[in-house]
């Protein structure tokens, strides 16, 4: 059987519950635990384990190193950045997306 290319990874910042979702970056993923929306981390993240504390910060940094720097590349790159930033709903999404994942890594329960 063929590998579905469109499964995505989305991954729950705050309780880093993941997902395979078949799908888009622009279709919305609420975490089955806590409700707040699942981040796209495309179809090759790999995450770690949900109690390494230490693989989730490095895993934390590498989504903001890679998606943080200009989410308006990605949106582009997707073909959704039709509008401007700020009324673009993908935008907006990613940009939450950012500051929840500078967040996670500020917070004391993710290990240094």
């Not at 009324?87 to 004391?108: G, N, S």
Request: proline share 6%; net charge positive.
């Amino acid at each position: 059987m063929a590998k579905n290319t469109h499964n995505h990874c989305f991954v729950c910042i705050e309780c880093r519950h993941t997902g395979k979702f078949n799908g888009y970056s622009y279709q919305d993923h609420p975490c089955p635990f806590c409700g707040k929306l699942m981040m796209d981390c495309d179809n090759d993240f790999k995450p770690p384990r949900k109690d390494d504390l230490k693989g989730w910060r490095q895993a934390y940094q590498h989504l903001l190193d890679m998606f943080g720097q200009n989410p308006a590349h990605y949106l582009e790159r997707a073909r959704h950045y039709t509008r401007a930033p700020a009324e673009d709903p993908m935008y907006v999404r990613w940009t939450e997306w950012i500051e929840r994942l500078k967040k996670a890594l500020d917070d004391r329960s993710v290990a240094a």
